[in-house]
């Protein structure tokens, strides 16, 4: 994918905003702020999800809860929601990833992730084998 078309958009983050977005539940939760035209654009999720018709707001803001996608896992979805880079570095589950950006739409990152859990899967069988032998 070419990022360059998102480079500008992480900048966004520091604009006023018109959503919030909780994710989590209990002790872990957080808020997230982002742009509801540029989320509707890059996800038929959010763009049904923010319609008149399910969306619920308070002074203007759009107020989405989503407490089965854990903030660590949204946190990577929506830096790729704005910058068209996936980058998780292994601190968080590939599985996790892979079923929020399925839920959502992110269809790319489902790709990404799914292509890497294979990789892990046959790496992880290679070097069982070479232990066997």
Do not use: C
């Not at 480079?7 to 997230?32: A, R, T, W």
């Not at 702020?33 to 540029?38: D, M, Q, T």
């Not at 989503?66 to 903030?71: A, D, E, T």
Request: charged letters at 30%.
């Amino acid at each position: 994918m070419n990022i360059e078309p998102f480079q500008n958009y992480s900048k966004l983050l520091e604009n006023p905003f018109d959503v919030k977005i909780k994710v989590g539940e209990k002790q872990n939760n957080k808020e997230f702020k982002a742009h509801s035209i540029l989320l509707s654009a890059r996800s038929d999720y959010f763009k049904a999800a923010f319609s008149s018709r399910w969306a619920r707001r308070e002074n203007g803001i759009i107020i989405f809860d989503k407490p089965n996608i854990s903030p660590s896992v949204f946190e990577i979805l929506l830096n790729y929601i704005y910058t068209g880079v996936f980058s998780n570095n292994n601190e968080v589950n590939l599985l996790d990833i892979f079923v929020a950006a399925d839920e959502i739409g992110l269809l790319e990152i489902s790709q990404q992730v799914k292509k890497r859990l294979r990789n892990e899967a046959f790496e992880y069988r290679r070097h069982d084998m070479d232990q066997k032998e």
